[in-house]
């Protein structure tokens, strides 16, 4: 009965390569979220996703594609990996039903080691 | 832009102890307060959550209140746990799209 996952859980790639991540959540929610978490702990959103429309778009090299084929999933792709991207992925998701602020349900992230 | 201030970690208390650990923001707006928390190889679960000023948010014996005046959201624990062990994220959203905006994050040691 897992809200909102996340696979892998753990990634280990070389340079270069190109890897996908991917995000369900069975809450019902309608948007969706990808974060990235670097080494200090600090977190950072990445894009948004409502009813399959993006709608946030943060300063991220378009080597990041998101990709939300429904409601329910939202994938991450990643083209030519650097070293740089290793970081910890959380995806999230709310519902924008109903009362104004929308609490976000986080998944347990994927942890991307680039070498 | 809307950023989050919290303290610098580590915070190392030992059991039993009066947690505070400073929130501070800039917004425009009326943003909407949470405190996240981390527990070690895990996502962030939401602790505590307040609307509008004035509003006390509260879980698991930890507290923080919205203080328009002073911009602060400081969290609160009167009697601390070794399960308290944890990062804890202050963070705002304001304005449309639900974004949340993190603090730097405090790490919190708590000793037996």
Not at chain 1, 39 to 62: A, D, G, H, Q, R
Not at chain 2, 27 to 52: C, D, H, I, M, N
Request: aromatic share 12%.
């Amino acid at each position: 009965d897992t809200a909102v996952s996340q696979t892998p859980k753990y990634l280990v790639t070389q340079m270069g390569n190109d890897k996908s991540i991917k995000c369900e959540q069975n809450l019902g929610h309608d948007t969706m979220y990808w974060y990235k978490q670097d080494s200090k702990k600090f977190l950072k959103i990445m894009f948004s996703y409502n009813n399959k429309e993006l709608i946030i778009n943060e300063t991220v090299p378009n080597r990041f594609s998101p990709k939300s084929p429904d409601k329910a999933h939202l994938n991450l792709h990643i083209n030519s990996l650097e070293l740089g991207d290793s970081a910890v992925y959380f995806c999230a998701s709310s519902s924008s039903r109903g009362t104004r602020t929308y609490e976000q349900y986080f998944g347990p992230g994927t942890r991307l080691t680039v070498t | 832009g809307n950023s989050v201030t919290q303290m610098e970690g580590p915070v190392t208390l030992s059991e039993e102890a009066f947690l505070t650990i400073n929130c501070t923001y800039t917004a425009t707006g009326y943003p909407s307060l949470f405190w996240y928390v981390q527990y070690p190889g895990e996502g962030l679960q939401l602790l505590l959550k307040a609307t509008k000023a004035d509003d006390k948010g509260s879980n698991k014996g930890f507290e923080a209140t919205y203080r328009k005046e002073t911009t602060s959201f400081h969290l609160e624990k009167g009697s601390v746990q070794v399960s308290d062990s944890a990062v804890y994220f202050c963070a705002l959203v304001s304005g449309g799209y639900n974004k949340l905006i993190f603090g730097a994050g405090t790490r919190l040691a708590v000793h037996p």
